[in-house]
């Protein structure tokens, strides 16, 4: 059976060759897009090797001019330096694009969206729309729904972030790093990661049996802040619509392949106990509530699961109108290429994009 | 050159031949503790195991009725059950026991030490002292100081706990389960952590490439935290003498082998800056400060090594009087081990263990 259908869309996949882009090929094909047509891009690394999608191979091109003529949507999954260059150039092309780097988030004319939480935000885009951060996205389907309810004021979030928000890179670095050790326990024993040292360039310490308090460069602003939580913040308070929501955020990268993890305490304006906050959860497009306190989903369940998982809601006794939980979420999945891909599921649906 | 000296202490260690066990003796040695004869115990799975200590052949016993006579410093690294039954046999035979188990902590009759924190609640004790639990123990020297500076009101802090916190069988769980992986990268892409399943019995999910948001059981009494959620927040308030202190504590597992790492958001009554508190923590006992915000301590950098180290100590922009900071300490060495040998050091400098 052809994953091509008319009518559809042209699609173009660019950094088809990544993990997040591997991911995004499998979500058209499990949700069944409508493709049309399906163009990959990705860099000159990859440029004539041949993907197969939809029953037919397809050989991966690299950007050049004149390259999107005639595509309806593209899914950009590249650095932000690329995306900054050929987004404007997609979208001049009459293409929308959905872009997974942080070139766009924060600039005022692109939407920032989380398909189950700001749809409408859509309805403005000048032909660029962004995919939010992988750790921001798996907490916002939770946050939405409870701001809604309770008017949220303040959080304090902690993150456990896969190597895999890193690329193959990343997931290389952690395996390569475990090899050493094998199964000597011994060697464990005495020294924990100590004297093994980082493989590869990918993380400022070693990554594995370690849990790095800083993922991404610090900001240059003179706070101690690293990139990733800035966006944290920053992204969050454009996605739920509060310009001046209060948030301390400490992004730690740990030594999980994927599943970005968070513990989140969420003050609100109004009285919320964990009890009511679990009413709204259990209805909330998107969250998946555990059912009681043992059932939590780690980041071992939630490979290759849709959703955010929530956990050890409770109520919080050091601060009036405070909750504690738990989220998860496959940060490839939600994280980025489902995100993206719901999203131009939403612009199809709002009319935003026209099917032919 | 013998470990052995007079005048010195008769010393038993009970538990001698587990992790935390191992670590003590190899303390005692290190800190030239003045050890006149030295005992060991452990389980009868041990019993007549020769170790090596301070040039002489020792070997391991079993607990029996008696078996405390003549001994003036008992240290016990065993369960709590253990030790609700064999601390006070020991106490009765007139020697002083350290215990590492959760059975005396929150006794009132018992005083709960770190050495560099709250030392004169050691003048009370009868017979029985406590260690605190190894996560509190690395908390604990940097809040005291601050406390002392600004008045602590309220914390919310997060760990990521390494798996030799449940001792050696901890450390086979995680090596047997990343030893399924082996260096198959298109396994851990594929999938994550799924699949593997969890070796053997010792935590409620996978521990390998997992961050299970459980550490310990849960409480009975229809909260839903953790045992170990619920000895940080009582076990910081009785160490502090702050009983009213406000904590909301999230305890999580990681895949690291040594090194307990948390993230701290610290309410003050005073108002507080990053700048003061590095100040007041730059001159604090037991605690090593980062330099530079790329400075901070590991779980790698710390193994075998002594102290509670602070990093990431940032202005919190989300909360008045509030600092936010990363701490990381070696959970069987100052976590464990190094303050049961510390307390005893303390015990004797302020006269309440005599050398002979």
Not at 127 to 143: E, Q, Y
Not at 284 to 313: I, N
Request: hydrophobic letters at 45%.
């Amino acid at each position: 059976m052809s994953g091509f259908v008319t009518p559809g869309l042209e699609v173009a996949v660019v950094g088809a060759t990544g993990l997040v882009g591997t991911e995004m090929l499998a979500i058209l094909a499990e949700r069944r897009f409508p493709v049309h047509s399906l163009r990959l891009f990705a860099s000159p690394r990859s440029e004539g090797r041949v993907l197969t999608w939809g029953g037919a191979d397809l050989t991966v091109e690299v950007l050049r001019p004149g390259c999107f003529d005639g595509v309806d949507l593209v899914l950009m999954e590249v650095e932000s330096d690329i995306s900054r260059e050929w987004a404007p150039v997609a979208a001049r092309a009459g293409a929308v694009v959905v872009d997974n780097s942080s070139a766009w988030r924060m600039d005022d004319t692109v939407p920032l969206v989380v398909s189950e939480v700001n749809p409408h935000a859509l309805d403005d885009h000048a032909g660029i729309v962004a995919n939010p951060n992988c750790t921001t996205m798996v907490l916002m389907p939770a946050l939405k729904p409870l701001d809604a309810a309770f008017g949220l004021e303040r959080l304090v979030v902690s993150s456990y972030q896969a190597v895999s928000g890193s690329g193959v890179a990343g997931i290389r670095a952690l395996a390569e790093e475990e090899a050493k050790f094998g199964d000597d326990l011994d060697a464990l024993r005495r020294s924990g990661s100590a004297g093994i040292g980082a493989a590869q360039d990918v993380y400022p310490r070693p990554i594995a049996h370690n849990a790095i308090p800083q993922c991404d460069a610090f900001v240059d602003d003179g706070t101690d802040e690293t990139k990733e939580e800035r966006k944290l913040v920053a992204e969050s308070r454009k996605i739920l619509e509060l310009p001046d929501l209060r948030v301390a955020a400490t992004c730690v990268r740990v030594p999980v392949v994927s599943g970005h993890s968070m513990t989140v305490n969420a003050e609100f304006r109004e009285p919320v106990t964990a009890a009511a906050a679990a009413e709204v959860l259990a209805a909330a497009p998107g969250v998946v509530l555990a059912e009681t306190r043992e059932s939590y989903a780690t980041a071992f369940e939630v490979a290759g699961r849709d959703g955010s998982f929530v956990s050890r809601l409770r109520d919080d006794e050091s601060s009036p109108n405070t909750v504690d939980f738990f989220v998860v979420g496959d940060n490839l999945r939600k994280g980025a290429a489902l995100n993206c891909v719901q999203l131009a599921e939403v612009l199809v649906e709002r009319g935003k994009l026209t099917l032919h």
